[in-house]
């Protein structure tokens, strides 16, 4: 159980492109699903917090213009990465909460965007 | 939120016990501590969680002293498979839930 996936498992755009990242939990409920960002070496950056319904609370420093996330449903969310650069090219991860209260996160298996 | 504090890596052998210490000498009343393990190209995954005293599952064990300002991962008898980044995470619902990872620990298990 408490499995989640994203889709595409990696992805090549073009500069000024927009991209879409889906990340959804396929066996519960997500009142909550986080989106961090990672590049090589270093650790996960939270980038925001989405919950279902309302929209998303992001981290200082992380343009939500840029980074459109939507979460619609209690099993999906999604991340667009508008005007990409090749500076966005990172590894996308996605994690999911079940319910508030519960400390557990759930995360996706990553998607690797590349910009060209 | 609170800051943990590890070690950048560390080096075992197969078969061999391993203890990877978290500091976090600001950890909050209602704040949890949840070990993560994550292979190079992979999300993270949930290993082990506590709020105090000695919590083992099928894969490891966490000891948190009494003063909760430190926590220590175990993994007994580790094997090649485990070489990956162990990451120790402190929060609660107090914080909205933002989970801020550290550098982690690169654990490499020789043979």
């Known amino acids: 159980g408490a499995v989640v996936s994203q889709h595409p498992s990696w992805v090549i755009c073009k500069s000024g492109t927009s991209v879409k990242i889906e990340c959804r939990s396929l066996?519960?409920?997500?009142?909550?699903m986080f989106w961090y960002r990672q590049f090589p070496k270093q650790s996960l950056m939270l980038m925001a917090t989405s919950n279902e319904g309302s929209k998303a609370t992001y981290e200082q420093g992380v343009e939500k213009d840029k980074f459109l996330i939507n979460h619609a449903s209690l099993t999906l969310s999604t991340l667009t990465v508008t005007s990409a650069h090749p500076e966005d090219s990172s590894f996308y991860i996605c994690?999911?909460?079940?319910?508030?209260?519960?400390?557990?996160?759930?995360f996706g298996p990553g998607t690797r965007l590349t910009v060209t | 939120l609170a800051k943990t504090t590890q070690p950048i890596s560390m080096d075992s052998y197969e078969g061999q016990e391993v203890n990877i210490t978290c500091s976090h000498n600001?950890?909050?009343?209602?704040?949890?501590i949840t070990w993560y393990q994550q292979f190079p190209s992979q999300g993270p995954r949930f290993i082990i969680q506590g709020y105090k005293t000695k919590v083992t599952n099928e894969v490891a064990s966490l000891f948190i002293p009494a003063d909760r300002k430190s926590s220590t991962l175990s993994l007994p008898r580790v094997s090649l498979s485990d070489t990956a980044v162990y990451y120790c995470l402190v929060g609660g619902e107090g914080q909205g839930f933002s989970f801020i990872f550290g550098k982690g620990t690169r654990l490499l298990v020789k043979p």
């Open positions: 994690s999911a909460r079940a319910q508030t209260g519960v400390h557990e996160q759930y």
């Open positions: 600001n950890i909050a009343t209602n704040d949890y």
């Open positions: 066996d519960f409920q997500a009142t909550t």
